[in-house]
C-alpha cells in the first residue's frame, strides 16, 4: 500500500526504528526542521533557535509553545511539514 509516515518531531530515540521499518516511507519532519528549513526556508535564526539546534530540538521559528513536552509546530512548520509530505510522495510516484 502507499503509505508516508511522519516521524513525530517531539522524540529522537525512536527515529532509527523508524527509518528501519519504513524506509523512504518515513519522512524525519524533525532532522529536517532542525538541519536544513532555516536555510531552505529563508529563516534567520535567532539566539533561542541557535540554542534549540545546538540541543537537537525544532526552532521557535518553526514552533511555539515550546516548553518541556509540549511542542507544537507553528503555521511556517506546518508549511514545511506539508511541502516535505508532498515532495516525498512525489520522489515514491504516489503523485506529479
Sequence with gaps: PRHILIMP???TDQNA???AAFGKNAVNIRD???NHA????DQ????LDLYCVRKNTVPTV??????????HLSSLGYKVLAD???K????LGYWK
Design 84 to 86: 516535505q509530505v508532498y
Design 88 to 91: 516525498r510522495g512525489v520522489e
Design 17 to 19: 526504528k523508524f527509518e
Design 62 to 71: 518553526f514552533s511555539y509553545k515550546q516548553k518541556r513536552g509540549d511542542v
Design 44 to 47: 534567520e535564526l535567532s539566539e
Design 32 to 34: 529536517y526542521l532542525v
Design 9 to 11: 518531531f517531539y522524540y
Design 38 to 41: 532555516a536555510v531552505d526556508y
